[in-house]
């Protein structure tokens, strides 16, 4: 039972590390509870950040 709560408390851990990469809380979170932790945490030192959103350029009226 404690290694089953161990995991899961890794795996909440290893989601809140991910929050702002590619696959976000939710992916790395199922991801490091099905495949592992140690696995989760690899996946979330290699992946990429998520993109910057920036707001597209506004157009201003010439008149």
């Known amino acids: 039972m404690e290694v ?3 995991v ?3 795996s909440l851990l290893i989601g809140l590390m991910g929050r702002n990469r ?3 809380f939710w992916g790395y979170f199922f991801g490091s509870l099905l495949l592992t932790p140690v696995i989760g945490l690899l996946l979330v030192l290699a992946s990429d950040s ?3 959103v920036s707001k ?3 157009i201003t009226d010439p008149s």
């Open 56 to 58: 597209p350029p506004t």
């Open 22 to 24: 590619k696959m976000g």
């Open 8 to 10: 899961f408390v890794a």
């Open 4 to 6: 089953a709560i161990l």
């Open 50 to 52: 998520k993109p910057s």
